[in-house]
């Protein structure tokens, strides 16, 4: 059961992502840039950050090492963005397709300098979990940007996704 819930989760993710990005891929290249004063100030900005972070997650997941943090400012468009986008998003749901009950179960040690005193142990499960849950808050923060910028949004709850299963 584990395993079916934590893939339908992971493709709730990428599947929520893939209808923003076809709301984002409408912007022009300079709302797609456009600063507010609000989280990461820009759509831009926003999406490379999530990029980010799953990258990142799914490195420690497999037991790497992060890789560095991709800056903003080498993106110029959505073409680019995406592109990167597409490598993580195949990547992630790979990795979480191939998982197993025992997998899932393990715990993977996590050190976050300013977030946690120590490095602490989590269950690959967990952070899965936490992987989506970050997409919702953020999607949720995009879609607001969007809608100021008179672009078309969505809906993303959860529910719509198992509706369509």
């Not at 409408?26 to 600063?35: I, K, N, R, T, Y």
Request: proline share 5%; hydrophobic share 45%.
């Amino acid at each position: 059961m584990l395993v079916a819930t934590i893939n339908s989760l992971v493709s709730y993710h990428y599947e929520m992502y893939d209808r923003v990005w076809d709301c984002v891929m409408d912007l022009s290249p300079e709302q797609f840039v456009a600063e507010t004063n609000y989280s990461f100030r820009s759509v831009r900005n926003h999406l490379v950050h999530c990029l980010n972070v799953d990258d990142r997650w799914l490195a420690r997941l497999m037991r790497e090492a992060p890789p560095a943090r991709l800056n903003p400012l080498d993106f110029h468009d959505q073409a680019a963005v995406r592109l990167k986008w597409e490598s993580i998003r195949e990547r992630v749901l790979q990795y979480a397709r191939g998982l197993t009950e025992v997998a899932l179960n393990e715990s993977i040690w996590v050190d976050l300098p300013g977030r946690f005193p120590a490095p602490r142990p989590f269950k690959r499960w967990e952070i899965l979990l936490h992987m989506v849950n970050h997409g919702t808050d953020h999607r949720a923060q995009i879609l607001a940007r969007l809608h100021e910028l008179g672009a078309q949004t969505i809906e993303q709850d959860l529910i719509l996704h198992w509706w369509q299963d």
